[in-house]
């Protein structure tokens, strides 16, 4: 426990008490490597890149829910090569406007050239690294080598812009793996890093897996605090591992994600995070439970895109809000069904 009690100690000297939730914003279900030993992507059926993407409204509809709630994009994200170039220069623009904001954009290696194309829009790149231990890696990642993430956060620093990865608990690493992990971040200027615990996904190898423990997850995110004292860390805490969040951020996290956020807004496990992020002591920035009251069809009107898309967004929207604010109705029936 000493290296969470240092750790926390340094939050707070560099941070303010408060921590936030991220919404990482898929675009689609295709990937066209598919053989990541625990991604649930690994076990989709091989189909058309076209038929597994979500429609632009549906996005954009997404991306202004982040803003009104006071989500921050975690990144944006869909399988490799689920877009081509046209359509991200496309679709970036869009979100861009609808969030308010720039994202950070994790869909694989970038070439300079993309880099500079996607620049205005984004705040940096992701790198899906997760895990540092070459041999692991292999393992785990048989067609998607560390090496050209590498070379894209050498380019994507030289132009300016920020670099993140990802880092997964579970997956088969052990503590000695600390000091690469320590001088990847250091080297390749990483300022943002996504910790999460393995979640067994059913059909993958790790489906009988057992879930690392929060201590596990903590003394990583922990250990990571304690070297580099204002890098941005994000811990995954997913619905089923809601308790483990105060110590997660005792342990140094900045803000958490792995939340079905809309599907289970407003419901118990949504309310009980945001208690637990009291338990913590930290303020929580945003809602997880209460919708404002919005002129929902005003911040559709004010997005300079045109009007039938305008329609179709609205549509979209308000086709969210109404489940979200059926979530916790459906919540309890679920739960009263148990009993
Ligand atoms: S590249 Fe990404 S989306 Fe594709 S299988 Fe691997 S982890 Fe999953």
């Given at each position: 426990?000493?290296?969470?009690?240092?750790?926390d100690?340094?939050?707070?000297k560099?941070?303010?008490s408060?921590?936030?939730?991220?919404?990482a914003i898929?675009f689609?279900?295709?990937c066209s490597?598919r053989?990541c030993t625990f991604?649930f992507?690994?076990?989709q059926?091989n189909?058309?890149?076209?038929k597994?993407r979500?429609s632009t409204e549906?996005?954009l509809?997404?991306?202004?829910?982040?803003r009104?709630l006071?989500?921050?994009s975690?990144?944006?994200s869909?399988g490799?090569n689920?877009f081509?170039?046209?359509?991200?220069?496309?679709?970036?623009?869009l979100?861009t406007?609808?969030?308010?904001?720039k994202?950070?954009l994790?869909i694989?290696?970038?070439?300079?050239?993309?880099l500079?194309?996607?620049?205005?829009?984004?705040?940096?790149?992701v790198g899906?690294?997760e895990?540092v231990?070459?041999?692991v890696?292999k393992?785990?990642?048989?067609?998607?080598p560390?090496e050209?993430?590498l070379?894209?956060?050498?380019e994507a620093?030289?132009i300016g812009l920020?670099?993140?990865?990802t880092f997964i608990?579970?997956?088969?690493?052990t503590?000695?793996?600390l000091s690469?992990l320590?001088e990847?971040?250091e080297r390749?200027h990483?300022?943002k890093?996504h910790?999460?615990?393995?979640v067994p996904?059913?059909?993958?190898?790790y489906t009988?897996?057992?879930i690392?423990?929060?201590e596990?997850?903590a003394?990583w995110?922990?250990n990571?605090r304690?070297?580099?004292?204002?890098?941005?860390?994000q811990?995954g805490?997913w619905?089923?591992r809601?308790q483990?969040?105060p110590l997660?951020?005792?342990a140094?996290?900045?803000s958490?994600?792995k939340?079905?956020?809309t599907?289970?807004?407003?419901?118990h496990i949504?309310e009980?995070i945001?208690?637990?992020?009291?338990?913590?002591?930290r303020t929580?920035?945003?809602t997880l439970?209460?919708?404002p009251?919005m002129?929902?069809?005003r911040?559709?009107?004010?997005?300079a895109?045109?009007?039938?898309?305008k329609e179709?967004v609205?549509?979209?929207?308000?086709?969210?809000?109404?489940?979200?604010?059926?979530a916790?109705t459906?919540c309890?029936?679920?739960?009263?069904?148990q009993?």
């Amino acid at each position: 426990m000493d290296i969470i009690e240092e750790a926390d100690s340094i939050y707070k000297k560099n941070f303010p008490s408060e921590t936030h939730f991220e919404r990482a914003i898929f675009f689609s279900w295709y990937c066209s490597i598919r053989d990541c030993t625990f991604c649930f992507m690994s076990v989709q059926p091989n189909a058309e890149p076209k038929k597994m993407r979500r429609s632009t409204e549906s996005l954009l509809a997404e991306a202004i829910l982040c803003r009104v709630l006071g989500w921050e994009s975690g990144f944006l994200s869909g399988g490799i090569n689920a877009f081509s170039p046209a359509d991200m220069k496309r679709l970036l623009p869009l979100l861009t406007t609808a969030y308010g904001n720039k994202f950070w954009l994790n869909i694989g290696p970038l070439s300079p050239d993309l880099l500079e194309a996607y620049k205005p829009f984004i705040r940096g790149v992701v790198g899906a690294i997760e895990t540092v231990n070459p041999v692991v890696h292999k393992r785990i990642c048989p067609s998607k080598p560390i090496e050209p993430y590498l070379r894209m956060f050498d380019e994507a620093y030289k132009i300016g812009l920020a670099n993140a990865m990802t880092f997964i608990v579970g997956v088969g690493e052990t503590r000695e793996d600390l000091s690469q992990l320590l001088e990847m971040i250091e080297r390749y200027h990483i300022s943002k890093i996504h910790i999460y615990s393995l979640v067994p996904e059913k059909g993958t190898i790790y489906t009988e897996k057992d879930i690392p423990s929060p201590e596990e997850q903590a003394w990583w995110i922990a250990n990571v605090r304690v070297h580099f004292p204002t890098l941005d860390i994000q811990c995954g805490i997913w619905k089923d591992r809601v308790q483990s969040l105060p110590l997660l951020l005792r342990a140094g996290a900045n803000s958490f994600s792995k939340f079905p956020a809309t599907r289970l807004f407003g419901s118990h496990i949504a309310e009980d995070i945001e208690k637990q992020v009291e338990n913590a002591g930290r303020t929580f920035k945003g809602t997880l439970t209460k919708l404002p009251t919005m002129d929902w069809a005003r911040e559709v009107n004010v997005l300079a895109i045109d009007e039938s898309l305008k329609e179709r967004v609205l549509r979209k929207l308000t086709q969210y809000v109404h489940k979200m604010v059926n979530a916790r109705t459906d919540c309890s029936l679920q739960l009263a069904g148990q009993r």
